[in-house]
C-alpha cells in the first residue's frame, strides 16, 4: 500500500502505517519527524527524505529510506533493521539497545552515542562512508562498523571518537595511524576472529548496496575497545 505523504503530517503517516498491512510505501516525504516510532512487524519503504528520529523506539519492524535521512535515525530502537540508502544526520542510533542499522554514506556527529547492549540484544551500526566526530560517545556495548567507502578526503572518523567510551566494540576500516584515541580505550589490528565478527553484517551491507564483498574485507581493520583500567567505567557503572 503507497502512502502520499506530501500533504501529511507524521500523526497521519503514522496512523496509516497501523491500517493493517503488513508492507506500505510512503512516498513524498518532506521532513516529517518520528516516522515508524514504536513499530513492529511491518516492512516500510519511503520515498523522499524522513525528519528526525526515524523509527524511533523501533520494535522489530523493517524501515528502507530511498534517499537520506536526517537526525537520530533509530533513536532508542529495541529491535528491527533500519536501512539508508544515503546519508544521515547526527546523533544516528542515540540510545539503540537492539536492532542494525545500515548506512549506504557517510554519517555526521556523535553516530551510535549512548549505544547499549540489553539483555540478548547488541545493537549494531554499520555506515559505509565516513563518520563525523564523536562517534561513539559514550558507547556502553553494541557493535560500531565504519567501512570509510565513500570518496572524498575526510578521515574515516572526525575529531574525538570513542570519548567515554565504557562498553561494546568499534571497528574501522584502517590503520587509524591519522586518529587520536583517547587513552581510556584500547586499538588493535582486527584479527581473523574479529573479522569473523562483523563479516555477516557486511556481507548484508554488500548485498544491499551492490558493493564488493571481497574488496570490503580485503582492507586493514582496526578494533577499538575499552581499555580494562577504563575509569569512565567506574562513572557510569555501578560496582
Given at each position: 500500500?503507497t502512502?502520499?505523504a506530501?500533504?501529511m503530517?507524521?500523526?497521519e ?18 521532513g ?7 513499530m513492529?512487524?511491518?516492512?516500510l ?8 528520529a ?13 534517499g537520506?535521512?536526517q537526525?537520530?535515525?533509530?533513536d ?5 533493521v ?9 546523533a ?19 553516530a551510535?552515542i549512548?549505544?547499549k547492549?540489553y539483555?540478548?540484544k ?5 555506515i ?16 560500531i562498523?565504519?567501512l ?18 565504557h ?6 576500516r ?12 584500547t586499538?588493535?589490528?582486527?584479527d ?5 565478527n562483523?563479516r ?10 551492490g558493493?564488493?564483498?571481497?574488496n ?7 578494533v ?16
Amino acid at each position: 500500500m503507497t502512502i502520499d505523504a506530501r500533504e501529511m503530517g507524521y500523526k497521519e503517516i503514522n496512523e496509516a502505517l497501523r491500517g493493517g498491512e503488513k508492507e506500505y510505501t510512503v512516498a513524498g516525504c518532506l521532513g516529517q519527524r518520528f516516522i515508524g516510532a514504536e513499530m513492529g512487524g511491518l516492512d516500510l519503504t519511503i520515498e523522499g527524505v524522513p525528519g528526525n528520529a526515524l523509527g524511533a523506539y523501533l520494535n522489530g519492524a523493517k524501515i528502507t529510506v530511498r534517499g537520506n535521512a536526517q537526525d537520530a535515525v533509530g533513536d532508542t530502537m529495541n529491535d528491527g533493521v533500519i536501512t539508508v540508502h544515503g546519508n544521515v544526520g547526527d546523533a544516528a542510533g542515540y540510545a539503540m539497545r537492539g536492532g542494525v542499522i545500515f548506512v549506504k554514506g557517510d554519517a555526521g556527529y556523535r553516530a551510535g552515542i549512548h549505544m547499549k547492549a540489553y539483555r540478548d540484544k547488541v545493537p549494531v551500526i554499520v555506515i559505509g562512508g565516513k563518520a563525523g566526530s564523536f562517534l561513539g560517545e559514550y558507547q556502553a556495548g553494541g557493535v560500531i562498523v565504519v567501512l570509510g567507502l565513500t570518496d572524498n578526503d575526510r578521515r574515516i572518523v572526525g575529531n574525538f571518537p570513542c570519548t567515554g567510551m565504557h562498553g561494546g566494540m568499534m571497528i574501522l576500516r584502517s590503520d587509524c595511524a591519522d586518529i587520536a584515541l583517547p587513552d581510556q580505550v584500547t586499538a588493535k589490528a582486527a584479527d581473523a576472529d574479529d573479522l569473523e565478527n562483523i563479516r555477516g553484517y557486511v556481507a548484508e551491507y554488500c548485498a544491499e548496496f551492490g558493493a564488493d564483498e571481497a574488496n570490503v574485507m580485503d582492507a586493514p581493520f582496526t578494533v577499538i575497545t575499552p581499555n580494562t583500567g577504563n575509569p569512565y567505567k567506574r562513572l557510569y557503572v555501578a560496582n
